[in-house]
């Protein structure tokens, strides 16, 4: 499976964009889909979760009521949007696929997701 991420931007404080990830060469029905991010000199940290058939999801505390992701497995698209953006949201944002238990996919570890995009960055100016 190939991952393509694309929407990021430069954006003002406040403002608001929507990350797509597009998949190829494989369904993304079996898998659990993710964003991670990057800040510059930051380790790469996990942002949100979806199930298989997007039923559930999970966020890390800071985006919480902010973003929201969610996925058409018609369209083997996973989507992140993004609201009320603040300049420390500015990253490199990676979609990723992977079979991790559920359970523990808030525990924000990047080794179960076997496919990644290649990013799009997002900046937030104030």
């Known amino acids: 499976v190939q991952l393509q991420a694309s929407g990021g931007g430069l954006v003002q404080a406040g403002g608001s964009l929507r990350l797509s990830c597009v998949a190829s060469?494989?369904?993304?029905?079996?898998?659990?889909m993710v964003w991670f991010r990057q800040a510059p000199g930051k380790e790469r940290e996990f942002v949100a979760g979806i199930s298989r058939n997007g039923g559930s999801t999970t966020y890390v505390d800071f985006v919480k009521a902010r973003f929201t992701i969610s996925r058409d497995n018609a369209k083997n698209t996973v989507y992140l949007q993004m609201n009320s953006l603040k300049p420390e949201d500015t990253a490199v944002y990676f979609c990723a696929a992977g079979r991790p238990p559920w359970s523990t996919v808030l525990d924000g570890t990047a080794s179960p997701y076997n496919y990644w995009g290649q990013g799009t960055l997002v900046t937030v100016s104030s």
């Open positions: 060469g494989g369904t993304i029905n079996n898998y659990i």
